[in-house]
């Protein structure tokens, strides 16, 4: 009923800059949170940033001043915009969105599919 796909992923150079976008599609009533998250190799996944309904954000430290994170309430749609990007911010990011849709009355968590981001010389 549910569906988040992140898109704007890629390769790109040191320093250089990114955006990503996730769409939410179906039935959906409201999104509580939507947030992004990255998972490197062999590491455990990680909360990069995430935005409540009411715009209230929050950052890991790696990522704060280079980062930001919004949304369009209407479109369902959130985004990431990543600025002077370095190796380690190599990874698959992947949206999340606690939200309910129409016949539901519970909040519930779901996930896109990911996008690769790699950043390299």
């Known amino acids: 009923q549910v569906q988040l796909v992140e898109s704007g992923g890629g390769l790109v150079q040191p320093g250089g800059s990114l955006s990503l976008s996730c769409a939410a599609s179906?039935?959906?009533?409201?999104?509580?949170?939507m947030g992004w998250y990255r998972q490197a190799p062999g590491k455990q996944r990680e909360m990069v940033a995430v935005?409540?309904?009411?715009?209230?954000?929050n950052y890991a430290d790696s990522v704060k001043g280079r980062f930001t994170i919004s949304r369009d309430n209407a479109k369902n749609t959130g985004y990431l915009q990543m600025n002077s990007l370095k190796p380690e911010d190599t990874a698959v990011y992947y949206c999340?969105?606690?939200?309910?849709?129409?016949?539901?009355?519970?909040?519930?968590?779901?996930w896109g599919q990911g996008t690769q981001v790699t950043v390299s010389s």
């Open positions: 935005m409540a309904s009411g715009g209230i954000t």
């Open positions: 179906g039935s959906i009533s409201s999104i509580r949170i």
């Open positions: 999340n969105a606690l939200l309910s849709y129409f016949g539901s009355t519970r909040l519930e968590s779901y």
